[in-house]
């Protein structure tokens, strides 16, 4: 197939026509799913409407409040200080269209300096972690868990002496990869592993998706306390031990799944 034969199909159109003419083809996930994951707002909100109990930890979100396109940026300091938000905040843009920018975030240390972003953005209160993220990637029913580097934590002494807000990169794909490294085991100790099975088998479900990565980080201190930060369709898989294997072997099964359906009874 050359680029000439190449169409872009809306989700709807892929949903109400294009799977219905050509049932033979292996999805690997409907367009209108991964839609979701589009926008940080809604990304999280499965998660939010998770019960994990009795799974060895405890699952959040850190407190999180959105801007929108129509906000004044002036208006954001009163925005934070009316729903009580702690700082710091990370700010991150609202829409995540796959462009590096939209994976960009910014640390900001007190309220006004606020305004000097731009919306639509959420806010998210900054939850200290021992400047440590586990990235857990989502192929099928396969669970990797790599651990990154991340943003330091940040002390009551440094916030009340540091004021504005700093732009960074996107942390956990640029960080070098921190599984060989010798750290805290109090930090770099892996989430439970019935606790992610849980994790990645709900949002399978609530997502209709089977091609994702959680960023997840532990709450300093705590042995089992975990906030997801952000969830990312498709991710690099390439940093994924093991990637290849991963990735035939879903695919076979998927395949294989496919043709068995079609096979009479």
């Known amino acids: 197939m050359n680029h000439d034969q190449i169409v872009e199909i809306s989700p709807q159109v892929f949903k109400q026509d294009y799977r219905q003419k050509h049932p033979e083809v292996a999805v690997l996930d ?3 799913a991964i839609e979701h994951l589009h926008n940080r707002q809604s990304m999280l909100q499965d998660v939010v409407d998770l019960n994990l109990s009795d799974c060895h930890g405890k699952i959040g979100i850190p407190r999180q409040l959105v801007i929108t396109k129509e906000k004044d940026p002036s208006t954001i300091p009163y925005e934070v200080a009316k729903a009580e938000m702690k700082l710091p905040l990370v700010a991150k843009p609202l829409v995540v269209d ?15 300096s606020l305004s000097e972003l ?3 953005l959420v806010l998210q209160e900054f939850v200290n972690h021992g400047g440590l993220l586990f990235k857990i990637y989502i192929v099928g029913e396969t669970i ?8 330091p934590n940040i002390s009551k002494l440094e916030l009340s002496k ?3 807000v700093f732009r960074f990169p996107r942390v956990s794909c640029a960080a070098a990869s921190a599984d060989d490294t010798d750290l805290d085991p109090n ?10 099975e849980r994790l990645a088998s709900e949002l ?9 990565n959680i960023d997840m980080i532990r709450e300093y201190g705590t042995k089992d306390v975990f906030y997801v930060i952000d969830i990312n369709y498709f991710p690099g898989y390439g940093k994924m031990p093991g990637y290849e294997h991963v990735f035939t072997d879903f695919l076979l099964s998927l395949v294989q799944n ?6 009479p009874t």
């Open 258 to 263: 496919k043709c068995n359906k079609r096979l």
């Open 204 to 212: 399978r479900h609530r997502l209709g998706l089977r091609m994702f």
């Open 162 to 164: 540091v004021a504005g």
């Open 30 to 32: 409907p367009p209108d």
């Open 187 to 196: 930090v770099a100790e892996h989430p439970p592993r019935p606790l992610l």
């Open 98 to 112: 796959g462009s590096a920018k939209s994976h960009e975030l910014f640390l900001a240390y007190d309220e006004f």
């Open 118 to 120: 731009e919306p639509p």
């Open 144 to 151: 990797k868990v790599v651990k990154r580097f991340s943003l």
